[in-house]
């Protein structure tokens, strides 16, 4: 079906009779697309070819779906995002390949965010905005990345990954489940710049890298260690350790910090539960 006469254009798409496409709004929905029940598409978004939206989702103004973008169920898309951007190939073959973005349920992407295709995101995934995630990611589900921050592709993020925002994450790294990286975290890969070589960070679970601090090529950060604010770190660091300063150095064990209370603050998932799969039942009940 095309329908130029009302702003839209349908070409050999399958739309269920309860999605809500805006009249008039010079939506484009080219081949080969399948919206699901309930789906709302709002004006002025263009969805390439093959693309499947789930059931339940919701995309707000001037989103460009490129082809090959599967969104899962109840998934909420902000204004102006870009799902599937384009790789290298496209701007040098002006074609864009077979380069698929997989999207797990209930995601919230919010606006301006862009994730370039051959990646792939597990459920309940949320972004801040104007987020930037480069291909051949692979993300776990109920990861959070926050507003600015930038994936810069061919990394690793494992379930419950907690990014806040102006966090840069080079490529080759990889972050274990429930580890947080605090703002404006800096994960470096070239170990002499510029170079030929790339060694991403490995950051293990449960560890904590705090505001401001940058991670040197190939460093591996151990399970449940601390990291400082505003350090350097230089070389790996051992399971529950804590570290800081420029060059980072280790300060004892996280097991000897204590909260207000004079109770141990560390590790911290036996005390903090806010988001995490084991909230109202506690860590060791949960695990």
Same mark, same amino acid.
């Given at each position: 079906?095309?329908?130029?006469?009302? +702003?839209?254009?349908? &070409?050999?798409?399958?739309?269920?009779?309860?999605? $809500?496409?805006?009249?008039?709004?010079?939506?484009?929905?080219?081949?080969?697309?399948? =919206?699901?029940?309930?789906?709302?598409?709002?004006?002025?978004?263009?969805?390439?070819?093959?693309?499947?939206? *789930?059931?339940?989702?919701?995309?707000?103004?001037?989103?460009?779906?490129?082809?090959?973008?599967?969104?899962?169920?109840?998934?909420?898309?902000?204004?102006?995002?870009? %799902? +599937?951007?384009?790789? @290298?190939?496209?701007?040098?073959?002006?074609?864009? *390949?077979?380069?698929? %973005?997989?999207? +797990?349920?209930?995601?919230?992407?919010?606006?301006?965010?862009?994730?370039?295709?051959?990646?792939?995101?597990?459920?309940?995934? $949320?972004?801040?905005?104007?987020?930037?995630?480069?291909?051949?990611?692979?993300? +776990?589900?109920?990861?959070?990345?926050?507003?600015?921050?930038?994936? $810069?592709?061919?990394?690793?993020?494992?379930?419950?990954?907690?990014?806040?925002?102006?966090?840069?994450?080079? $490529? @080759?790294?990889?972050?274990?489940?429930?580890?947080?990286?605090?703002?404006?975290?800096?994960?470096?890969?070239?170990? @002499?710049?510029?170079?030929?070589?790339? %060694?991403?960070?490995?950051?293990?679970?449960?560890?904590?890298?705090?505001? *401001?601090?940058?991670?040197?090529?190939?460093?591996? =950060?151990?399970?449940?260690? %601390?990291?400082?604010?505003?350090?350097?770190?230089?070389?790996?660091?051992?399971?529950?350790?804590?570290?800081? *300063?420029?060059?980072?150095?280790?300060?004892?064990?996280?097991?000897?910090?204590?909260?207000?209370?004079?109770?141990?603050?560390?590790?911290?998932?036996?005390?903090?539960?806010?988001? &995490?799969?084991?909230?109202?039942?506690?860590?060791?009940?949960?695990?």
């Amino acid at each position: 079906m095309n329908s130029e006469g009302t +702003g839209e254009k349908r &070409m050999c798409s399958t739309i269920s009779k309860t999605a $809500q496409i805006a009249p008039t709004a010079n939506i484009r929905i080219c081949k080969n697309a399948w =919206i699901g029940a309930g789906a709302t598409i709002l004006p002025g978004v263009t969805i390439g070819e093959n693309v499947v939206i *789930g059931d339940g989702v919701w995309i707000d103004r001037g989103c460009i779906i490129r082809d090959n973008v599967r969104i899962g169920n109840n998934s909420r898309i902000g204004a102006r995002c870009i %799902l +599937g951007e384009y790789l @290298q190939d496209f701007y040098r073959e002006l074609h864009n *390949g077979e380069h698929p %973005l997989v999207i +797990g349920e209930n995601a919230l992407i919010r606006s301006e965010t862009i994730i370039y295709g051959d990646t792939t995101i597990g459920t309940s995934f $949320q972004s801040g905005h104007r987020v930037t995630l480069r291909e051949h990611t692979r993300i +776990g589900d109920h990861v959070s990345v926050g507003t600015l921050s930038d994936i $810069q592709g061919y990394c690793t993020l494992e379930d419950y990954v907690h990014i806040h925002s102006n966090v840069h994450v080079g $490529q @080759q790294s990889i972050v274990h489940r429930f580890a947080w990286l605090f703002p404006y975290v800096v994960l470096t890969n070239d170990p @002499q710049p510029p170079s030929m070589k790339m %060694l991403g960070v490995e950051i293990g679970p449960f560890a904590v890298v705090a505001t *401001g601090t940058v991670v040197l090529p190939g460093v591996h =950060i151990g399970q449940d260690a %601390l990291v400082g604010a505003a350090s350097v770190v230089t070389k790996d660091v051992p399971m529950e350790t804590v570290v800081f *300063g420029n060059p980072a150095k280790p300060h004892g064990s996280v097991r000897d910090i204590k909260d207000d209370a004079g109770r141990p603050a560390y590790p911290w998932r036996f005390h903090f539960e806010r988001g &995490m799969p084991w909230e109202g039942v506690g860590y060791e009940a949960w695990n």
